[in-house]
C-alpha cells in the first residue's frame, strides 16, 4: 500500500514537472505563431478574433510566454549586465512617465469640482458643456459622479510611480537591521513571492471581469476556447453604459480597463524590482539607487520623502 502511494505521488511528480517544462518549450511556438498571425486575434471585425484575444489574454499559453521571455531577459541581463540596466531604466521610465501624467488628473479633479459648484449654486444651471463648435453637454450630475474617474485615474496609474519614487508607507521590523545583501535578497524574494503573484491574480479575476461588462454572451474563465469560438457566432458588443443615478456618469467600463492597467504596471514593476534589486546584490553598495529617477524634493518636503513607519 505504502508503495503504491508513494509510486502515485511519484508518477504525478513527474507527470507536473512534464507539463510544466512541456508549456515552457510550447511557449515559443506559442508567441511565433501569435506575432505571425495577427489576424486571428487583432482582427476585431471576426467575432472569432475576438473570443481568441478574451480567451488568451488569461491563459496559460500567455502565463508560460510571459514566464519564459522574464528567464530569458533574466539570463541575458545576468550575462550582459548593461542589458538589464537598460531594461530596469526603461522599465521604470515608462511608470515614471505614466505616473507624472496621471497625476494631472487630480489637478482636473479639482477643478472641474469648482466649476460644477459655481454652475449649480451661482448660475442654477441643470447642465454642464465644454468644447468649442461641438461641445459635450451632460447634466451636472453626470460630471459629478465622473469625478471618480479622475481619482481612480490616479490611484491606478500611480501605483507603480509611487513604487519606484519610494514613497509607499512601509511598516518596517525588520528590514532596517540587517546587512545590505540580505536587504537585497528580501527585496527579491519579495517581488516574485508576492508583488508578481498579486498582480497575476488579479489579472486573472479583472481580465473576465472586464470582458463581461463589454460583450455578450458573457465569457468566463472556466470555459475552453472551443467554446467560446462557439459562444462567438451569437457575439456582439454590449459596452457597459448604465449609471448609479438618474443623468449620472454612464461609462464605468472605464474603470474595469483601468484596473487591468494597474495589474500590467504593478506586475512590470515587480519584474523590474527584482532586476534592479539582482543588479544591486551583484555590484555592492555602490551601485544603489544608480539611474533612478527621483523626483525633486522641495524645500521643506524633505520629511514626506520614503516615509516609513
Known amino acids: 500500500m505504502e508503495e503504491a502511494a508513494s509510486g502515485g505521488a511519484l ?64 539570463a541575458i541581463g545576468l550575462w550582459r549586465g548593461s ?10 521610465a515608462l511608470h515614471n512617465s505614466v505616473g507624472r501624467i496621471a497625476a494631472w488628473a487630480g489637478l482636473l ?22 468644447g468649442f463648435g461641438l461641445p459635450i453637454s451632460f447634466d451636472v450630475s453626470w460630471w459629478s459622479e465622473e469625478l471618480k474617474l479622475y481619482n481612480a485615474i490616479v490611484v491606478a496609474l500611480c501605483l507603480a510611480y509611487t513604487f519606484v519614487q519610494g514613497g509607499h508607507v512601509r511598516v518596517d521590523l525588520l528590514y532596517s537591521p540587517v546587512s545590505y545583501r540580505t536587504k537585497k535578497i528580501i527585496d527579491m524574494v519579495g517581488s516574485l513571492i508576492f508583488m508578481v503573484p ?64 494597474m495589474c500590467a504596471f504593478i506586475f512590470l514593476q515587480g519584474i523590474t524590482f527584482f532586476w534592479r534589486s539582482l543588479m544591486e546584490l551583484r555590484e555592492g553598495p555602490e551601485s544603489e539607487g544608480r539611474y533612478h529617477d527621483h523626483d525633486q524634493i522641495e524645500t521643506g518636503e524633505e520629511a514626506y520623502d520614503h516615509a516609513e513607519f
Open 198 to 261: 498579486m498582480a497575476v491574480l488579479m489579472w486573472l479575476y479583472s481580465w473576465f471581469f472586464l470582458w463581461r461588462h463589454l460583450i455578450v454572451p458573457n465569457p468566463s474563465a472556466s470555459e475552453s476556447l472551443e467554446r467560446l469560438l462557439n459562444k462567438s457566432r451569437a457575439l456582439r458588443w454590449n459596452v457597459e453604459t448604465i449609471a448609479f443615478s438618474p443623468n449620472g456618469f454612464s461609462a464605468y467600463f472605464l474603470f474595469k480597463i483601468l484596473i487591468v492597467l
Open 11 to 74: 508518477s504525478a511528480i513527474l507527470d507536473g514537472l512534464a507539463w510544466f517544462f512541456g508549456n515552457i518549450a510550447m511557449s515559443f511556438w506559442n508567441l511565433g505563431y501569435a506575432l505571425t498571425h495577427p489576424a486571428s486575434w487583432l482582427d476585431w471585425s471576426d467575432k472569432q478574433a475576438i473570443m481568441r484575444f478574451v480567451y488568451y489574454g488569461a491563459s496559460t499559453e500567455l502565463f508560460f510566454i510571459v514566464f519564459t521571455t522574464f528567464l530569458v531577459l533574466t
Open 109 to 130: 479633479m479639482v477643478l472641474q469640482q469648482v466649476v460644477i459648484i459655481f454652475v449649480q449654486r451661482i448660475f442654477a444651471r441643470p447642465d454642464l458643456s465644454f
Open 83 to 92: 542589458v538589464m540596466w537598460g531594461m530596469v531604466r526603461g522599465l521604470e
